[in-house]
T-cell receptor
C-alpha cells in the first residue's frame, strides 16, 4: 500500500533554532502534501497544503515565514519550523491523498517536536 | 461555517458493541472518512462512505445518511486494542478534509 515516511519521529530543540521535518512518499507520487499540527487532546489542524513545484497554501493564522514548506519533487515535502519557541511544541503530521478519493489519505508517522 | 460534531469520550466493555456518532455541516460533500488514532501515532484509515447506507468491514461498520448529515462507526466484539481516538472527517466541495475533534474510546475489561 501507499506509504509516507516521516522523519524524525521525535526531536527536541532549543528555542530560537530551526527544525526540518521530512515526508517522503515511498511507492507513489504525491503531487499534494498536507501538513497538520495536533495539540494534546485536540483534533488535527491543517496548517498548509503543498503542491509539487509551486508555493504552499497556508491556512489562516499560520505564519508562512515561520513554517517553511518545500515540495521540490513528487516524492519529498519538507516543513521547517524556524526560530522555534516552546509554543511550537506539538505533533506534526504530513498526509498525502492516494489515488482515487475512496483510498483516503495516507499519513506519515508524525513528528513530536519539543522546544525547550 | 463548517462543523463536525462527535462525542468527546465514550466507554465500553471488552466484547461489547459501541456506536460512535458524527454529525456534520459542510460546504459541499465528497465523502466521509473514519480514522483510528492511537495516542502519539498518526491516524490510520478505517472507512470511506460517499453513498447512503452501511459499509461493513470485519468488526467495523460505517453508516452514512447524507440527507441527515449523519454518520456512525460501529465497532463489534470490542478488544482492548480498540482503545483509541476515532476521527470523523468530511471532504468538502474543494476536496479538503474537515476534521472532527475525535472521540476517545475507552475499553474496560
Amino acid at each position: 500500500g501507499a506509504v509516507v515516511s516521516q522523519h524524525p519521529s521525535r526531536v527536541i530543540c532549543k528555542s530560537g533554532t530551526s527544525v526540518k521535518i521530512e515526508c517522503r512518499s515511498l511507492d507513489f507520487q504525491a503531487t499534494t502534501m498536507f501538513w497538520y499540527r495536533q495539540f494534546p487532546k485536540q483534533s488535527l489542524m491543517l496548517m498548509a497544503t503543498s503542491n509539487e513545484g509551486s508555493k504552499a497554501t497556508y491556512e489562516q493564522g499560520v505564519e508562512k515565514d515561520k513554517f517553511l514548506i518545500n515540495h521540490a519533487s513528487l516524492t519529498l515535502s519538507t516543513l521547517t519550523v524556524t526560530s522555534a519557541h516552546p509554543e511550537d511544541s506539538s505533533f506534526y503530521i504530513c498526509s498525502a491523498r492516494v489515488g482515487q478519493t475512496s483510498y483516503g489519505y495516507t499519513f506519515g508517522s508524525g513528528t513530536r517536536l519539543t522546544v525547550v | 461555517g463548517q462543523n463536525i460534531d462527535q462525542p468527546t469520550e465514550m466507554t465500553a466493555t471488552e466484547g461489547a458493541i459501541v456506536q460512535i456518532n458524527c454529525t456534520y455541516q459542510t460546504s459541499g460533500f465528497n465523502g466521509l472518512f473514519w480514522y483510528q488514532q492511537h495516542a502519539g501515532e498518526a491516524p490510520t484509515f478505517l472507512s470511506y462512505n460517499v453513498l447512503d447506507g452501511l459499509e461493513e468491514k470485519g468488526r467495523f461498520s460505517s453508516f452514512l445518511s447524507r440527507s441527515k448529515g449523519y454518520s456512525y462507526l460501529l465497532l463489534k466484539e470490542l478488544q482492548m486494542k480498540d482503545s483509541a481516538s476515532y476521527l470523523c472527517a468530511v471532504m468538502d466541495s474543494n476536496y479538503q478534509l474537515i476534521w472532527g475533534a475525535g472521540t476517545k474510546l475507552i475499553i474496560k475489561p
